[in-house]
């Protein structure tokens, strides 16, 4: 079974400071890997995705993350974050080329933005 | 495209009722749905997994007699929480795919369940 770890719980910035978001997954085979951001009162939604090829793939709104395969890592990076991007991320995988395998959620990371 | 909507987004209701909540996708078709529960300062965690016109897989430790979940069709869930005790309070996320959202799962806005 996978599992996620997100080792920030809340990380608080000032505008235009940059982001770099933990992600490590366990997974002994091949794995999607993706980004979904929460904000207020809002459901989630995709910020990025990886299937395969390319290993930074660029996002919405600014967002990237990087695959290192060797580090079971995904980790989300923005270069200069606003305030609208306070928010909360939730870093996911499933098991590729395994049909309807679900997304397994790690604990999320609330990012706060202050002026 | 790819909306998911679920109703009702709040719900009170007295311990031992039971609560229906509704999730639809609006403009695609659901080969396959997820019922999510979120704890406050938590993750999501997966109750069940539901095919259209298949019973639902429910992963350990959730119990299928008090989640009872219906697909009955390619676009709508339903979770139904029998019995509900306080306990069963949460913030409860559905989420669709379809065989043509490469993996991607879209997720309906949740529903807030507070029992009394």
């Known amino acids: 079974a996978q599992s996620v770890s997100q080792h920030n719980h809340h990380v608080i910035l000032s505008e235009a400071a940059s982001l770099e978001l933990g992600c490590n997954y366990s997974?002994?085979?091949?794995?999607?890997l993706f980004w979904y951001v929460q904000y207020p009162g809002q459901h989630l939604q995709l910020l990025l995705k990886?299937?395969?090829?390319?290993?930074l793939v660029k996002g919405i709104k600014g967002f990237e993350a990087e695959f290192i395969k060797s580090k079971f890592s995904f980790n989300l990076r923005k270069p200069s974050v606003q305030w609208s991007d306070t928010a909360e991320y939730f870093c996911?995988?499933?098991?590729?080329?395994?049909?309807?395998?679900?997304?397994?959620f790690g604990k999320g990371t609330r990012l706060s933005v202050i002026a | 495209g790819a909306v998911v909507s679920q109703h009702p987004s709040r719900v009170i209701c007295k311990s031992g009722t039971s609560v229906k909540i509704e999730c639809r996708s609006l403009?695609?078709?659901?080969?396959?749905m997820f019922w999510y529960r979120q704890f406050p300062k938590k993750s999501l965690m997966l109750m069940a997994t539901?095919?259209?016109?298949?019973?639902?897989?429910?992963e350990q430790g959730v119990e299928k007699d008090k989640f009872l979940i219906n697909h009955a069709s390619l676009t709508l869930s339903t979770l139904t929480v029998t019995s509900a005790h306080p306990e069963d309070s949460s913030f409860y996320i559905c989420?669709?795919?379809?065989?043509?959202?490469?993996?991607?799962?879209?997720f309906g806005p949740g529903t807030r369940l507070t029992v009394l």
């Open positions: 989420s669709a795919r379809t065989w043509t959202s490469d993996n991607e799962q879209f």
């Open positions: 997974y002994g085979g091949t794995v999607n």
């Open positions: 990886y299937f395969s090829g390319d290993p």
């Open positions: 996911a995988v499933n098991a590729r080329n395994s049909g309807n395998t679900p997304l397994v």
């Open positions: 403009d695609f078709q659901a080969t396959t």
């Open positions: 539901s095919n259209e016109g298949s019973k639902a897989t429910y």
